[in-house]
């Protein structure tokens, strides 16, 4: 028998590989930094153990084939990159986790010890998912779903919680669907379930959802559970037509103490923000392009080639609209015409424009300050690329201003109309929402709003009320700051002469904004709900759009380095100079696992991992066949395909294999689907 218990000796060395694996299974789902300790701890005892009694611990698989040509796509593709130093930083981490599979199988001595495994693993996942339904709560009560169209990021990324937490559904499910057991054990079956379940929906990330759907619809077919299976499937179509878009505009008086509503009406597109002109507002429409309502008539429509995000009047018969590709049109009125005069594409991923008369400042995170001299005509653009990280700028009579989560904020002097010297800087996170008003910043976020004011060359936070919280959106009109909240209040504030806060006024309005306008005493508001499984097929919705450009990027770069790619590396190096001039946002990764390894690791890296995708699928499909009918083991391995699927389903809209923290679930989960089998034959054959 292949057991770590060797002889009484080493009885406090199978006990440190014990502990540290244990920690190793309760961190699966919420420290990777514990969990690799607990991993790189036990199978660093592991080796020692195997030198002082010079055994081998590990047991072949049937899987090293796929390995191996899955480690030779790597080296290749390594030694034939231009960034080699990076690609054997990541080469390591993919070589270092494999052994994850076989570590699972030395420390699964018996059938009991893999069951407990298994046990403390959902009860780690269990746990995780019931502190992040605690904060999900608390963020579905600031509308901050509605507002970032995420789950909150408690421990790792929302998308990660969702593809982790799937693991737990699916094992539970399987275990529901097939497992013969009390109703005692049942119950908690269903308990469990049900916990992990709302976990899925609180992290709000389609990527789950997909691959747990494919995942329990592969579990009923196997089980062939025709009953269950078809109202699901009818189910899914009925949400599917009864899930639906809403788009409302809603305008309030709020001269006095209390919003009073004067009307609203819905719209058949997306009305995303709100500008005023003169007796008119502008409604930016993802859809519809700009329209021009008076009251809540539409009086005139503008189509745009992208959505508009942002519209703003610059003189009686100039007009700036910014694209959600970030270009800027350029409008001129002509009696009752108005016309496009001119366009202009900023460098980079622009998060901040600035106006100073007919001049244009923007301000891209990844590219600096570019400065137009004239957005009425073709000029030489003037950039400052020292100036990138920053996402919001001001500029007036003597300084610019800029702020950023990385590089804090900071003030230059003015010179003309560049930016000078560095005057003060300031360290300052957590910047959701910034508004620069009376020489003052405003800062908002969670936690509240924040005065700073640059006073004797230094940045001084002036004041910051506790009772405003979960800012939204900043807005003002004259002397007043109207600041929107999470749960639908308006907070109107003044800066008092000792530079306070003094709030004068406040309501809740429903339904709860998305975004507003404070102008001449009114409050024009838009309210946008987009149905979560429409968004599936929404070409406008920010991640669609960005993965969309992604992978229309990692093509072409497999098209250039076809064979073996350009190296296992972050992939923004290659796509800056693959990208459409409009596709701004730069990641490290396609957000698709099979593009990727096309850009990567090239056709033959792509085929190695494909091959060991199907390996390990036919091998817990073997081993499910061969236990079926067996308590436990058969339900595992169910659980497992189903899961390892799930992940592959996920991976249409996510890079998660090379995932640290599920590349490491994958590994586990299938090893301790291979140790179950060999200790139930061990275990079968000796009785």
Same mark, same amino acid.
């Given at each position: 028998?292949?057991?770590?218990?060797?002889?009484?000796?080493?009885?406090?060395?199978?006990?440190?590989?014990?502990?540290?694996?244990?920690?190793?299974?309760?961190?699966?789902?919420?420290?990777?930094?514990?969990?690799?300790?607990?991993?790189?701890?036990?199978?660093?005892?592991?080796?020692?153990?195997?030198?002082?009694?010079?055994?081998?611990?590990?047991?072949?698989?049937?899987?090293?084939?796929?390995?191996?040509?899955?480690?030779?796509?790597? /080296?290749?593709?390594? /030694?034939?990159?231009?960034?080699?130093?990076?690609?054997?930083?990541?080469?390591?981490?993919?070589?270092?986790?494999?052994?994850?599979?076989?570590?699972?199988?030395?420390?699964?001595?018996?059938?009991?010890?893999?069951?407990?495994?298994?046990?403390?693993?959902?009860?780690?996942?269990?746990?995780?998912?019931?502190?992040?339904?605690?904060?999900?709560?608390?963020?579905?009560?600031?509308?901050?779903?509605?507002?970032?169209?995420?789950?909150?990021?408690?421990?790792?990324?929302?998308?990660?919680?969702?593809?982790?937490?799937?693991?737990?559904?699916?094992?539970?499910?399987?275990?529901?669907?097939?497992?013969?057991?009390?109703?005692?054990?049942?119950?908690?079956?269903?308990?469990?379930?049900?916990?992990?379940?709302?976990?899925?929906?609180?992290?709000?990330?389609?990527?789950?959802?997909?691959?747990?759907?494919?995942?329990?619809?592969?579990?009923?077919? /196997?089980?062939?559970?025709?009953?269950?299976?078809?109202?699901?499937?009818?189910?899914?179509?009925?949400?599917?037509?009864?899930?639906?878009?809403?788009?409302?505009?809603?305008?309030?008086?709020?001269?006095?103490?209390?919003?009073?509503?004067?009307?609203?009406?819905?719209?058949?597109?997306?009305?995303?923000?709100?500008?005023?002109?003169?007796?008119?507002?502008?409604?930016?429409?993802?859809?519809?392009?700009?329209?021009?309502?008076?009251?809540?008539?539409?009086?005139?429509?503008?189509?745009?080639?992208?959505?508009?995000?942002?519209?703003?009047?610059?003189?009686?018969?100039?007009?700036?609209?910014?694209?959600?590709?970030?270009?800027?049109?350029?409008?001129?009125?002509?009696?009752?015409?108005?016309?496009?005069?001119?366009?202009?594409?900023?460098?980079?991923?622009?998060?901040?424009?600035?106006?100073?008369?007919?001049?244009?400042?923007?301000?891209?995170?990844?590219?600096?300050?570019?400065?137009?001299?004239?957005?009425?005509?073709?000029?030489?653009?003037?950039?400052?690329?020292?100036?990138?990280?920053?996402?919001?700028?001001?500029?007036?009579?003597?300084?610019?201003?800029?702020?950023?989560?990385?590089?804090?904020?900071?003030?230059?002097?003015?010179?003309?109309?560049?930016?000078?010297?560095?005057?003060?800087?300031?360290?300052?996170?957590?910047?959701?929402?910034?508004?620069?008003?009376?020489?003052?910043?405003?800062?908002?976020?969670?936690?509240?709003?924040?005065?700073?004011?640059?006073?004797?060359?230094?940045?001084?936070?002036?004041?910051?009320?506790?009772?405003?919280?979960?800012?939204?959106?900043?807005?003002?009109?004259?002397?007043?700051?109207?600041?929107?909240?999470?749960?639908?209040?308006?907070?109107?504030?003044?800066?008092?002469?000792?530079?306070?806060?003094?709030?004068?006024?406040?309501?809740?309005?429903?339904?709860?904004?998305?975004?507003?306008?404070?102008?001449?005493?009114?409050?024009?508001?838009?309210?946008?709900?987009?149905?979560?499984?429409?968004?599936?097929?929404?070409?406008?919705?920010?991640?669609?759009?960005?993965?969309?450009?992604?992978?229309?990027?990692?093509?072409?770069?497999?098209?250039?380095?076809?064979?073996?790619?350009?190296?296992?590396?972050?992939?923004?190096?290659?796509?800056?100079?693959?990208?459409?001039?409009?596709?701004?946002?730069?990641?490290?990764?396609?957000?698709?696992?099979?593009?990727?390894?096309?850009?990567?690791?090239?056709?033959?890296?792509?085929?190695?991992?494909?091959?060991?995708?199907?390996?390990?699928?036919?091998?817990?499909?073997?081993?499910?066949?061969?236990?079926?009918?067996?308590?436990?083991?058969?339900?595992?391995?169910?659980?497992?395909?189903?899961?390892?699927?799930?992940?592959?389903?996920?991976?249409?809209?996510?890079?998660?294999?090379?995932?640290?923290?599920?590349?490491?679930?994958?590994?586990?989960?299938?090893?301790?689907?291979?140790?179950?089998?060999?200790?139930?034959?061990?275990?079968?054959?000796?009785?």
């Amino acid at each position: 028998m292949n057991e770590i218990q060797g002889t009484k000796d080493y009885k406090i060395l199978d006990w440190v590989i014990l502990s540290l694996f244990v920690i190793f299974i309760l961190s699966l789902s919420n420290s990777i930094f514990v969990n690799q300790i607990g991993y790189f701890g036990a199978l660093l005892f592991i080796l020692i153990k195997a030198f002082l009694t010079r055994k081998n611990p590990f047991s072949k698989t049937g899987l090293e084939l796929a390995f191996a040509l899955y480690m030779l796509a790597e /080296i290749i593709s390594l /030694i034939l990159s231009e960034y080699q130093a990076q690609a054997f930083h990541f080469f390591t981490k993919r070589a270092l986790l494999i052994p994850v599979l076989y570590t699972t199988i030395v420390v699964t001595t018996n059938l009991k010890r893999g069951k407990n495994f298994f046990n403390l693993f959902i009860v780690g996942s269990l746990i995780t998912g019931i502190v992040y339904l605690v904060f999900a709560f608390q963020y579905y009560l600031n509308n901050q779903y509605l507002i970032t169209e995420s789950g909150p990021a408690l421990i790792q990324n929302p998308i990660t919680t969702s593809e982790i937490i799937s693991f737990a559904v699916l094992f539970l499910f399987a275990f529901i669907i097939n497992e013969k057991a009390s109703w005692k054990v049942k119950l908690l079956l269903y308990a469990g379930f049900a916990i992990s379940v709302l976990t899925l929906i609180a992290t709000f990330k389609r990527t789950g959802w997909m691959g747990v759907a494919i995942g329990i619809v592969l579990i009923l077919i /196997i089980k062939k559970k025709w009953k269950i299976l078809v109202p699901i499937f009818i189910a899914g179509i009925v949400l599917f037509l009864i899930d639906k878009n809403v788009s409302q505009v809603s305008v309030y008086n709020f001269e006095g103490s209390r919003a009073k509503k004067l009307y609203s009406f819905k719209t058949d597109g997306r009305a995303w923000s709100v500008a005023k002109d003169d007796s008119l507002f502008i409604i930016n429409d993802y859809e519809n392009g700009l329209l021009f309502y008076k009251d809540s008539v539409l009086v005139r429509k503008i189509a745009t080639p992208e959505p508009a995000t942002s519209f703003l009047k610059v003189d009686d018969s100039i007009f700036i609209a910014q694209l959600i590709d970030t270009r800027f049109l350029i409008f001129k009125k002509n009696n009752q015409e108005i016309n496009q005069i001119n366009e202009i594409l900023p460098p980079g991923n622009t998060k901040d424009f600035f106006l100073l008369d007919k001049s244009l400042y923007t301000l891209d995170i990844d590219s600096g300050l570019t400065f137009y001299n004239s957005i009425t005509e073709a000029t030489t653009p003037v950039r400052f690329p020292e100036l990138k990280g920053f996402i919001k700028m001001f500029v007036d009579s003597s300084s610019f201003f800029f702020a950023g989560d990385g590089p804090g904020a900071a003030v230059y002097s003015r010179e003309g109309n560049f930016p000078g010297k560095l005057i003060a800087k300031k360290d300052v996170d957590n910047l959701r929402r910034i508004y620069f008003f009376e020489g003052n910043m405003i800062v908002g976020n969670s936690e509240c709003v924040w005065m700073y004011r640059l006073e004797n060359n230094q940045i001084v936070l002036k004041d910051h009320p506790k009772e405003i919280s979960h800012v939204n959106r900043i807005d003002s009109d004259g002397d007043i700051l109207a600041v929107l909240t999470g749960n639908g209040t308006i907070y109107k504030l003044k800066v008092n002469e000792n530079q306070k806060f003094e709030i004068i006024a406040s309501d809740q309005v429903s339904p709860k904004p998305t975004n507003f306008n404070y102008s001449d005493g009114n409050i024009y508001c838009t309210y946008i709900n987009r149905g979560r499984l429409l968004s599936f097929f929404d070409p406008y919705l920010q991640q669609n759009f960005n993965r969309l450009a992604l992978w229309r990027g990692g093509w072409e770069i497999f098209k250039d380095y076809p064979l073996f790619g350009v190296g296992d590396i972050g992939i923004e190096k290659y796509y800056v100079h693959y990208k459409r001039p409009y596709d701004k946002e730069i990641h490290g990764h396609l957000h698709n696992n099979y593009f990727h390894f096309l850009a990567t690791l090239g056709l033959f890296g792509l085929s190695a991992i494909m091959y060991m995708f199907i390996m390990i699928i036919i091998k817990i499909s073997r081993i499910y066949k061969s236990t079926k009918g067996k308590p436990f083991i058969a339900s595992y391995s169910l659980g497992a395909l189903a899961a390892f699927v799930n992940i592959l389903i996920a991976g249409l809209s996510e890079l998660n294999f090379w995932d640290q923290e599920i590349a490491t679930l994958i590994y586990f989960t299938v090893g301790l689907n291979v140790a179950l089998f060999i200790r139930y034959k061990e275990e079968t054959n000796e009785s």
